[in-house]
């Protein structure tokens, strides 16, 4: 049997990553981002290589999450080690932004 890709042997695969509004600016408005990547971190690293500005409202300085950032992958809560997160064909990320105002 020949492997495809994103299968067991580790290869990327196509994952859909759904950005909060707040983030939308820097990709002239698209709501979603459709990337490759074998985790969740690798999936938002290429979406910030394609987006630049966008790297300081994910990821620290540290290149941990921004405390203001969580990650849903498939609808469900990816905390803890959001970016070791493996992901597979189809998968869909979602990346959203804790606001505070008063």
Known sequence: MIPMEGD?????????VNL??????????QEMVE??????GECLKNVVREFPAMESSIFA?????????????N????YPNELARPVKDGDEIHVTMMLAGG
């Not at 909060?20 to 408005?29: E, K, M, P, S, V």
């Not at 990337?35 to 969740?40: I, L, R």
């Not at 609808?75 to 990816?78: E, F």
Request: net charge positive.
């Open 8 to 16: 067991e042997e580790g290869r990327e695969v196509a994952v859909k």
């Open 20 to 29: 909060h509004l707040t983030l939308r600016q820097f990709t002239n408005g």
């Open 35 to 40: 990337v490759d990547g074998k985790t969740v």
């Open 61 to 73: 300085k540290n290149g941990k999450l921004a405390n203001v950032v969580e990650i849903y992958l």
């Open 75 to 78: 609808l469900q809560s990816a």
